[in-house]
């Protein structure tokens, strides 16, 4: 009989989450994606409140976090600056709060009420429920417009992120340049990532779904050959 293998539940999302994203970028059926993202998604928040961080509140202060600290820095993106109404609420916020742009986001904490926490995850949750069983709702449907995979799986790596820094391998590193050139954010990465996200960015949606595909592909490839591992 050969020797078991085990894995913890960290490595279980880091699992989940690597081929919720290979899938996505291979244009599978949606709604397998988000069923596996999710999963990943409920680990690694459990796993952040074992650590003594609620994923609502860090959520609620990502949004508020890192555009106050890139106000502060002067590296908020045009598309923010150009805008008066959200230049007017960001500065609102940076008198309120004691963000400097020398902050990380591990030194401030947040957080929110039960009811807050509580709305925040049925709204979240309410597609991969839908999708979990039918045993008092057998007769329900859902809209695919509330399917947002890319949103889901970006959260969740930033989650992921929280417990492990600078890990986040192919799947990952390719999903973050992708997310960046979706939501025009490119200017925020990295010097060596921005190139391939300009790169990208010269083609349409569809081929740019293929040529991150390929790339995954390429890099855990090379990444298996010289024996690297992790996320």
């Given at each position: 009989m050969g020797a078991q293998l085990h894995v913890t539940k960290l490595v279980a999302a880091q699992r989940q989450l690597r081929a919720a994203i290979r899938m996505f970028f291979a244009g599978e059926d949606e709604l397998a994606i988000h069923t596996v993202a999710s999963a990943a998604y409920r680990?690694?928040?459990?796993l952040k409140k074992?650590?003594?961080r609620d994923e609502v509140a860090d959520y609620y202060l990502t949004t508020i976090f890192y555009v106050v600290r890139d106000y502060r820095r002067g590296t908020l993106p045009k598309w923010l600056t150009e805008d008066p109404g959200a230049m007017k609420w960001i500065q609102e916020m940076a008198e309120q709060?004691?963000?400097?742009?020398?902050?990380?986001?591990?030194?401030?904490?947040?957080?929110?009420?039960?009811e807050t926490a509580r709305e925040w995850w049925h709204k979240r949750n309410k597609a991969s429920n839908f999708l979990k069983h039918a045993e008092y709702d057998a007769k329900a449907h859902i809209s695919l417009q509330e399917i947002d995979n890319l949103n889901l799986m970006a959260r969740a790596l930033a989650s992921y992120s929280d417990l492990v820094k600078d890990d986040f391998g192919a799947e990952g590193i390719i999903l973050w340049i992708y997310f960046n050139i979706v939501t025009e954010t490119k200017e925020q990465l990295p010097e060596n990532y921005r190139k391939i996200a300009n790169d990208l960015d010269e083609h349409n949606p569809d081929e740019q779904l293929r040529l991150c595909s390929s790339f995954i592909v390429k890099l855990n490839q090379r990444n298996a050959q010289s024996g690297s591992r992790g996320f």
């Open positions: 680990i690694i928040s459990d074992k650590r003594g709060l004691p963000i400097t742009a020398s902050m990380e986001f591990e030194d401030i904490r947040g957080s929110v009420s039960k």
